[in-house]
T-cell receptor
Framework: GQNIDQPTEMTATEGAIVQINCTYQ??????LFWYQQHAGEAPTFLSY????GLEEKGRFSSFLSRSKGYSYLLLKELQMKDSASYLC???????????????FGTGTQLKVEL | KAGVTQTPRYLIKTRGQQVTLSCSPI?????VSWYQQTPGQGLQFLFE???????NKGNFPGRFSGRQFSNSRSEMNVSTLELGDSALYLC???????????????FGPGTRLTVL
């Protein structure tokens, strides 16, 4: 099975940098995703890591350490529109060794203030 | 390119009834996954269908079932509804190719189910 932990809430200032951590325990790791979800909307894809290291995508970066069961999402130059829930999700091997069985954390509610 | 569509967007049912939700994936996507989202439990995986076959399954009771059609559209059914089934039901589609390590999922807007 899977167990994913991430902080419930975080607050940061516009223009600043914030790091959202995610730790996981898994029986068959096959990739880690970060999604953003604004209130009342569907989650949207931010990043994907399957190998150790940092993946950068504009203002967003995501890091993975498989040996430590740890990932973080880094948001730079925060904007008010970044206020949302950030979901960490781990994909495992599933029944057939493939596919899209994702286990999500409960999400980190980020509030960006002036 | 049209996104993932789900119908209906809102639904009110009473305990004991059954409900069918529909999901149309992005054109060309063959994998459809279903999730239940509640404030207390977050997003929980229900099942995934690929080429009309259930490829993965979460830990939900047998009252929750699904199917996929040859055009990749999918339906999920919940029988004998309980109050605790009130939730946002999201479906997500992806290419779903075998052996692919990268399968970004695109989510639909969800169906908000309220059980009274």
């Amino acid at each position: 099975g899977q167990n994913i932990d991430q902080p419930t809430e975080m607050t940061a200032t516009e223009g600043a940098i914030v790091q959202i951590n995610c730790t996981y325990q898994t029986s068959g790791f096959n990739g880690l995703f970060w999604y953003q979800q604004h209130a009342g909307e569907a989650p949207t894809f931010l990043s994907y890591n399957v190998l150790d290291g940092l993946e950068e995508k504009g203002r967003f970066s995501s890091f993975l350490s498989r040996s430590k069961g740890y990932s973080y999402l880094l948001l730079k130059e925060l904007q008010m529109k970044d206020s949302a829930s950030y979901l960490c999700a781990v994909r495992d091997q599933g029944l057939t060794g493939g596919g899209n069985k994702l286990t999500f954390g409960t999400g980190t509610q980020l509030k960006v203030e002036l | 390119k049209a996104g993932v569509t789900q119908t209906p967007r809102y639904l009110i049912k009473t305990r004991g009834q059954q409900v069918t939700l529909s999901c149309s994936p992005i054109s060309g996507h063959r994998s459809v996954s279903w999730y239940q989202q509640t404030p207390g439990q977050g997003l929980q995986f229900l099942f995934e269908y690929f080429s009309e076959t259930q490829r993965n399954k979460g830990n939900f009771p047998g009252r929750f079932s699904g199917r996929q059609f040859s055009n990749s559209r999918s339906e999920m059914n919940v029988s004998t509804l309980e109050l605790g089934d009130s939730a946002l039901y999201l479906c997500a589609s992806s290419w779903g190719a075998w052996g692919s390590s990268y399968n970004e999922q695109f989510f639909g807007p969800g169906t908000r189910l309220t059980v009274l």
